[in-house]
């Protein structure tokens, strides 16, 4: 059941914004750690308090922590370009977006905080016709399996970005591409606070600064967790810690198939509205969109050296800002303002790990790679089915850790040319 939204007069809302922080109420209580729970989700990004708010929502489940080494939605919910759609390949990766989409669609009514959703569309650009012979086949697979996928002409290009450079000497030039229209941005901090804010209302403790350091296993099960504040015990746990998963996992004695990149963006000084879509360049996998504050909001691929810096290294940057202003030449006298990394981990076939650890009672969320913001609600929602019912969800199954075993692999680099 939504919540009801709570109603405002004119006068309260003035007095709210003319008197600052003194008058606020706290988004979510400062609890301290217990030492028992039934449910412990480790990792308080996106993906972690998702997992929480559906375990007490959906399944009724409100004796929960969330264990978050740092500041909730710190890692890479705070540090990604934002993007959300559903326009996949293969039809167990569209499945799961779709699946995120739609609840992205009805997020900030359900967990009554505005999540700044704005379905401004994704338009992905071919520069040759043999790009454009491959997105038609994607666009065919995207709407077999029920996508709202369209192919365009260079002629709809232009006139969903007039500002790209379409003159006979382009350096890349556009033949065509293909949109998703219900694609677009949300607000990745409010979309933390959104679910970390309904999640305590249920009764959840979100515990910050509480990093874990070593599992409790006793005859191959996980029992309990040793943290910076003391050690925890539950009946279940559940791990979303993205570019640290191997870290993790290491902890718990095993291996995940994944390594950890850095994926770095940045952003431009602000400009009035001038990009009414995101636009991405299959030929060098740059991507911009602006903000709600006039920013241009860009990046590419990752930086293909395994780090946990959280920066991006210079020759990747040159690259993104020279990619970007090929394609929009009217952006080459921008400024950047700011320019940040998040850790990725990227599993061999780019698709997430959703399902049973190696260990008894620990549950993994992980290996989003350049994908995890977009997937937040139906990670979390998987994560916490996993960890209420100890069982699959029919959308998860595909994901399961037993693929790289089987051969059952998942690669949209592969299938649809998009990393992101």
């Known amino acids: 059941m939504t919540r009801k939204p709570m109603r405002y007069s004119a006068l309260q809302l003035l007095r709210h914004g003319l008197s600052g ?67 996949y390949f293969f039809p167990e990766s569209a499945k799961l977006y779709e699946f995120a989409l739609r609840a992205y669609e009805q997020l900030s009514q359900e967990l009554n905080f505005n999540i700044m959703l704005s379905q401004c569309g994704e338009l992905t650009i ?37 500002l790209a450079d379409f003159s006979p000497t382009a350096r890349y030039p556009i033949f065509g591409g293909h949109i998703q229209r219900r694609g677009g941005t949300a607000r990745h901090d409010a979309v933390a606070w959104g679910y970390a804010r309904a999640a305590d209302r249920l009764g959840v403790d979100i515990i910050q600064n509480c990093a874990v350091t070593g599992f409790d296993i006793e005859a ?22 993205a570019g640290h998963s191997g870290v993790l996992a ?7 198939p994944l390594q950890s990149y850095t994926l770095q963006a940045m952003v431009s000084e602000p ?15 740059t991507y911009v969109s602006q903000s709600s504050k006039g920013e241009l909001v860009f990046g590419a691929g990752l930086d293909m050296y395994p ?21 929009f030449p009217a952006f080459r006298r921008l400024k950047v303002m700011r320019q940040w990394g998040g850790t990725c981990d990227v599993c061999w076939d780019y698709s997430p790990i959703i399902g049973p650890s190696p260990v008894e009672n620990l549950f993994l969320n992980c290996g989003w790679g350049t994908g995890g913001f977009k997937g937040t609600p139906v990670g979390g929602y998987m994560l916490a089915w996993l960890m209420a019912t100890g069982r699959h969800h029919e959308l998860s199954a595909p994901f399961d850790l037993s693929r790289f075993i089987a051969g059952r692999l998942i690669d949209e680099v592969a299938g649809a040319g998009i990393a992101h």
């Open 21 to 87: 922080p003194a008058i606020w109420s706290p988004a979510w209580r400062l609890p301290e750690l217990k030492r028992g729970y039934d449910a412990v989700v480790i990792g308080g990004g996106g993906h972690g308090l998702a997992a929480a708010y559906y375990l007490a929502h959906v399944h009724r489940i409100r004796n929960v922590a969330v264990l978050e080494s740092g500041w909730l939605g710190g890692g890479n919910t705070g540090r990604n370009t934002t993007i959300v759609r559903s326009n």
């Open 126 to 162: 071919a520069h040759s016709e043999h790009m454009l012979e491959m997105m038609t086949r994607s666009v065919n697979a995207m709407q077999i399996n029920g996508i709202d996928a369209e192919l365009l002409d260079a002629k709809q290009v232009r006139e969903a970005l007039p």
């Open 220 to 241: 191959g099960r996980v029992v309990g967790v040793q943290t910076t504040q003391g050690p925890v015990s539950a009946d279940v746990f559940g791990m979303a810690v």
């Open 250 to 256: 290491g902890l718990a004695g095993f291996k995940l």
């Open 271 to 285: 400009l009035k509205p001038m990009l009414n879509t995101i636009a991405f360049s299959s030929a060098t996998g």
């Open 307 to 327: 780090s946990y810096a959280r920066r991006g290294g210079l020759p990747v940057t040159q690259a993104i800002v020279a990619a970007m202003t090929q394609l």
